[in-house]
């Protein structure tokens, strides 16, 4: 069992999130890949209108995945806080509440997606030589909800009891996966973006299996009939918790689908350029991912031990790692990035290269800037993991005040490259939201453990 959980309540802070880290990153950079590769093949096989269509659809997967990926993340800091606090019995029955808080949400968030998505596309602006595209794969996608709410709530306890290693192999079977089923279905099917949202579901189903016979392994998560009593007050707790987290991813993704109307709006080739850059965006915030998850965990676990001395020293470690990084991927980025893009797009020499002097300025304003995204995610996560949620819920509602101020007045102002600072400027809203309530919620913590 000790293999499988790690207590980040002894030790260094500095080298527990980096080693708890790392395994995130990797498992982000197979995840990333395989998402790539999704891009590629259909860019490359299919063409820019297959690519533009994936793009266009790029903000309502991740407002719809955001319901279910949010309330997930929520759910796993109270498995974190019981685990610190070795509460063994409250901690198996909150991942028992959270396996059925979990089942619910997605199939609510199935039946209401399907419904509502093809007026969304149209409202949305939607080009109309891809929509029907666009529509195809939204279809597909959503109809794996719950097989990618299985995955993310079971990947969730993991990272919450300290496991990032099993996460990390679940990405590497589902990029192998994804990958062998996408040459399958696109290049040697002829599926086009159907074969590749059929292989995005299927290689999430697959990481789901494994993550469930490695959770089945470890002692302190056998669980009884007794821990699926519904019991109202940790259902409440459980939902404090995830709802601001759904809610904020909601809100982000709503203000994304005002920039992607407007970007919409500057014809396909704008959007196919948007499309490749916003692929890579996967890639900019892959470290920042995994140092947000090992964020919450270590706060988690230390704020269920009483360690508030040792959350602060860990933050900062967290906070001086975080740039360290960010600055090296954005040196790479504005170096390599052209060429780089490259690989998501083909057809005609003229058309090529006006999507990628498009696709290759919006990359080289978020390089520049990557390092305001990282604290963002130091901030937040770790505010998250002192049980806060209704603070980055709050930065989420920056982040969206932001985007669509800058969307819709500063391209009116300098012309449709003003739509490549929306997201700069949501970061740093949300950034500094997050940096100033966090030294005030850590005063509060220090003074109360000075006086008792």
């Not at 579901?201 to 669980?223: E, M, N, P, T, W």
């Not at 007045?409 to 970061?427: D, H, M, T």
């Amino acid at each position: 069992m000790a293999s499988k959980v790690k207590d980040m309540t002894s030790g260094s802070p500095g080298k527990l999130i980096l080693t708890f880290a790392i395994p995130l990153m990797l498992g982000n950079v197979f995840q990333q890949f395989y998402t790539m590769v999704d891009t590629m093949v259909v860019g490359q096989v299919v063409g820019v209108e297959a690519l533009a269509a994936l793009g266009a659809t790029d903000w309502l997967v991740w407002l719809v995945l955001g319901v279910a990926t949010g309330m997930t993340q929520g759910f796993s800091i109270l498995v974190s806080q019981y685990y610190g606090s070795r509460e063994w019995d409250k901690l198996k029955k909150s991942v028992a509440h959270s396996y059925m808080l979990t089942a619910v949400v997605a199939l609510i968030v199935l039946a209401v997606s399907q419904l509502v998505i093809h007026r969304v596309m149209i409202f949305l602006n939607t080009p109309e030589n891809i929509i029907d595209m666009s529509m195809l794969y939204l279809r597909i996608v959503f109809c794996g909800i719950p097989v990618i709410s299985a995955y993310n709530i079971l990947a969730a306890i993991l990272r919450a009891m300290g496991n990032s290693r099993s996460p990390l192999l679940a990405m590497i079977l589902a990029a192998v996966i994804n990958i062998s089923l996408d040459l399958l279905f696109v290049a040697v099917f002829g599926w086009g973006v159907a074969g590749a949202a059929i292989a995005t579901v299927l290689a999430q189903g697959f990481s789901a299996v494994y993550c469930f016979f490695v959770l089945r392994k470890i002692d302190l998560l056998h669980l009884e009939k007794k821990h699926f009593r519904l019991e109202g007050g940790l259902i409440y707790r459980l939902f404090y918790l995830g709802a601001p987290i759904a809610m904020q991813n909601v809100i982000i993704s709503i203000g994304g689908l005002v920039v992607q109307y407007v970007v919409n709006g500057y014809g396909f080739l704008f959007v196919a350029g948007f499309t490749a850059t916003n692929k890579l965006y996967g890639v900019l915030e892959l470290a920042a991912i995994s140092y947000g998850y090992a964020m919450t965990t270590y706060v988690g676990q230390n704020l269920g031990a009483g360690e508030i001395r040792r959350i602060k020293k860990g933050v900062f470690s967290g906070t001086i790692m975080a740039l360290i990084t960010s600055f090296a991927i954005s040196v790479i980025m504005i170096l390599a990035g052209r060429n780089i893009l490259a690989l998501f797009v083909s057809g005609e020499a003229e058309q090529v290269k006006q999507v990628l002097d498009i696709a290759y300025k919006y990359l080289f304003i978020m390089a520049c800037f990557l390092w305001v995204l990282y604290l963002l995610y130091v901030y937040r996560s770790s505010i998250q993991g002192l049980g806060n949620t209704v603070i980055p819920l709050a930065s989420g509602i920056a982040e969206f005040i932001m985007r669509i101020s800058v969307a819709l007045l500063l391209p009116k102002l300098i012309g449709q490259n003003g739509i490549f600072y929306a997201e700069i400027c949501a970061w740093t809203g949300a950034a500094l939201l997050l940096g100033i309530s966090y030294a005030w919620i850590i005063r509060g913590y220090t003074t109360e453990q000075t006086v008792v």
